[in-house]
């Protein structure tokens, strides 16, 4: 008997993997992955990152897939419905505070990805130097009320997509922006291989080199793969309760992992061949994107629609990862609050407001709230290392142990084959058992390593 029947869900297995590739292709791809890649051994890092996903991200995206399709439920349903026990209860409120973790500084860059679609349009950047990109920056995260009013724009827009439900809001938006913005970027691609610094973006991203690679660097790596697969949080148990009972979930995850690493390979050699066209250095974060891309793409022929474009897909990968971000809780207030769709995503989007704005204000280094930060860095490091690095693989940490421990090994082969119907048996006991003792391990060695826990015990010899 098929559960919660009257429940909204994704009307096909297509819908399922754009929604779901909606979600992992976000800021992630285009101002972290790349730059990562790059400043951490290239290649070697890459390696790393395949190791991360295929051990410890595909079995988490299962698990999370699994815990929503099986009881059609939101992350906190889900955890009680297959568990009783009240001591993982946890992973669901977990979840939701981790989520807002996360979408406070989200929307705000969202918001200067917004204005920056219109600064492009306006021509702002035509003659740009490198002081006049940096000042407008400034000018962009310091100026509270243009700030303010660009995060409220998101937050109004993910609201009414959300609104609309997921059908009509999440799977109709996704299904038609993945593809736009797909298209958007082999644009931006076509127009950068013509340039000289091809090879140099190409030797950036892909030469091996083990030695820049550090045990920071693979915190980063694993920190990545939860991040841009949009794990650890409850996320994918939210749009996993939105797959249909036919849908193949291990495909489905490995799918959207692949066309995710595809995205933020191609979003860097088009930035990267630019910003070695013109033999800058490339930079991190923010100022990758809100700097240099803007200083090297307007230099170039045609450059100005280049940027145009090219904001206009960060817009989209912004968006559509916000809305799943979003998801969690709005599921969750629905579902165990008892409230409307359209109550839930208002309530939302007014506790992202309340706690948003002070991240936002905090991004000025010489605002009320500011003065932690250079050029908005550390306040994004801060953030970001936080929730990449320790929420996100906490997170994932007790999916893991909650799937591979709690639930009846006869149950994952059930609802993964589909009832039988997808004959991979094998593919279901390699998952089952790199779940349970590949994963955890990993993820705890890796965090170990990081804190410098190895070297502490080397030195007692
Ligand atoms: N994957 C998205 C990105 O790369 C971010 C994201 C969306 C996310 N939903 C998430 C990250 C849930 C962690 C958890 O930008």
Do not use: H
Not at 123 to 130: E, H, K, L, P, Q
Not at 151 to 170: D, E, F, M, T
Not at 251 to 269: H, M, N, P, Q, R
Not at 311 to 327: K, P, R, V
Request: charged share 15%; proline share 3%.
């Amino acid at each position: 008997m098929e559960k919660n029947k009257g429940r909204e869900g994704f009307s096909s297995g297509l819908a399922a993997f754009f929604a779901t590739l909606g979600s992992a292709v976000g800021l992630g791809n285009i101002w972290k992955f790349p730059y990562v890649v790059g400043s951490n051994g290239g290649a070697a890092f890459l390696l790393v990152y395949f190791i991360c996903i295929i051990f410890i991200g595909l079995p988490v995206m299962v698990s999370e897939f699994y815990m929503g399709r099986k009881t059609r439920k939101s992350v906190v349903g889900a955890v009680q419905e297959l568990n009783s026990n009240n001591k993982w209860k946890s992973i669901g409120v977990f979840s939701i505070l981790a989520a807002y973790f996360i979408v406070f500084f989200y929307s705000a860059v969202g918001g200067w990805v917004y204005s920056y679609v219109f600064k492009a349009i306006k021509g702002d950047f035509s003659g740009a130097t490198s002081e006049t990109v940096k000042g407008m920056f400034m000018n962009t995260i310091t100026s509270p009320v243009s700030s303010i009013l660009w995060q409220l724009i998101v937050i109004a827009v993910v609201s009414i997509i959300l609104a609309s439900g997921v059908k009509n809001g999440i799977e109709r938006i996704t299904k038609t922006l993945m593809p736009v913005l797909f298209i958007l970027i082999l644009v931006c691609d076509a127009r950068a291989l013509t340039l000289p610094g091809v090879k140099d973006s190409f030797r950036f991203l892909f030469k091996v080199d083990f030695s820049m690679l550090t045990k920071q660097g693979v915190l980063m790596a694993m920190g990545l793969a939860f991040f841009k697969m949009s794990l650890g949080m409850g996320t994918m148990t939210t749009y996993g309760s939105y797959f249909t009972k036919k849908d193949n979930m291990m495909a489905t995850a490995a799918k959207v992992a692949i066309s995710d690493t595809i995205v933020s390979l191609l979003v860097g050699i088009a930035v990267f061949t630019a910003v070695f066209s013109f033999n800058m250095a490339p930079e991190s974060g923010p100022g990758l994107l809100f700097m240099t891309v803007p200083l090297v793409f307007t230099k170039l022929p045609f450059g100005s629609i280049l940027l145009v474009a090219f904001f206009i897909l960060a817009s989209i990968a912004a968006t559509t990862a916000m809305m799943s971000m979003c998801e969690v809780a709005i599921a969750y207030f629905v579902e165990q609050k008892g409230m409307t769709r359209k109550k839930a995503v208002l309530i939302n989007a007014i506790i992202i407001i309340i706690l948003g704005i002070p991240a936002t204000l905090s991004a000025d280094p010489s605002g009320v709230l500011g003065g932690i930060t250079v050029f908005g860095k550390t306040f994004f490091d801060l953030f970001d290392y936080i929730s990449s690095n320790i929420l996100l693989p906490l997170g994932g940490l007790l999916i893991a142990i909650f799937v591979g421990y709690t639930i009846p090994k006869k149950d994952i082969n059930l609802e993964l084959s589909n009832e039988g119907e997808i004959r991979q048996e094998k593919l279901i006991d390699f998952y089952y058992i790199v779940l349970r003792y590949v994963t955890p391990v990993l993820v705890f060695i890796v965090f170990l390593s990081s804190i410098g826990v190895f070297e502490k015990i080397l030195k007692l010899f």
